[in-house]
């Protein structure tokens, strides 16, 4: 069946660090892919998306291309900022009702 | 601009209770989802509802069940609460059950089961 899978956290990093995610999947179909973002004590947040291979989603300084080659997502950010500290999703929606996501990677940023 | 509101945010049961968790969208969605969320396993799906009179079950659906009361409402009920129900849930929606469309959530609601 369909999954995503991103990498364990927790990441740390300075205020200004380059950030990468890394996010793969398996789907059958064309997905559309997403990243979605929670704080503490919030929902998910949608962050970005990317709708067809070699799309890229883009928001708030944060960037990923669809590598349909690759089956990846990877989120990046060039200067993280301590206000980013929160869980990242990596997820994938098909066709169906049904959107899966993957475990979530909590990210700190340290001043 | 509500989006997803939730009720309650917090509550503490005792084993055996039951318990209806509220949530509604003022955004016209058609489709409406409630998740669990667990330390280290992700969301899993419980329900959905694609459309106003249909409801379906997803990834976890034991020990619950759900009403689409109207197309802005979509009630979780816990007949009979246990403490493996203990976790947070959120309730989503999305304009169309298609590919492209995200999801919307609300803030969740922290349940405790004694």
């Known amino acids: 069946g369909d999954s995503v899978t991103q990498m364990e956290g927790p990441v740390t990093l300075s205020e200004e660090a380059f950030l990468t995610i890394n996010c793969t999947y398996t789907a059958t179909g064309y997905p559309s892919l997403f990243w979605y973002v929670q704080y503490p004590g919030e929902g998910l947040q949608l962050l970005l998306k990317?709708?067809?291979?070699?799309d890229k989603g883009s928001n708030k300084g944060f960037e990923a291309t669809y590598r349909k080659e690759t089956t990846s997502f990877h989120l990046e950010k060039g200067s993280v900022q301590v206000s980013d500290s929160a869980v990242y999703f990596c997820?994938?929606?098909?066709?169906?009702?049904?959107?899966?996501f993957g475990a979530g990677t909590r990210l700190f940023v340290k001043a | 601009n509500a989006g997803v509101t939730q009720t309650p945010k917090f509550q503490v049961l005792k084993t055996g209770q039951s318990m209806t968790l509220q949530c509604a969208q003022d955004m016209n969605h058609n489709s409406m989802y409630w998740y669990r969320q667990d330390p280290g396993m992700g969301l899993r799906l419980i329900y959905y509802s694609a459309s106003e009179g249909t409801t379906d079950k997803g990834e976890v659906p034991n020990g619950y069940n759900v009403s689409r009361l109207n197309k802005r409402e979509f009630s979780l009920r816990l007949e009979s609460a246990a403490p493996s129900q203990t976790s947070v849930y959120f309730c989503?929606?999305?304009?169309?059950?298609?590919?492209?469309?995200?999801?919307?959530f609300g803030d969740g609601t922290r349940l405790s089961i004694l």
């Open positions: 990317a709708t067809k291979a070699d």
């Open positions: 989503a929606s999305s304009l169309r059950d298609r590919n492209i469309q995200p999801q919307h």
């Open positions: 997820a994938l929606k098909t066709g169906g009702f049904k959107t899966i």
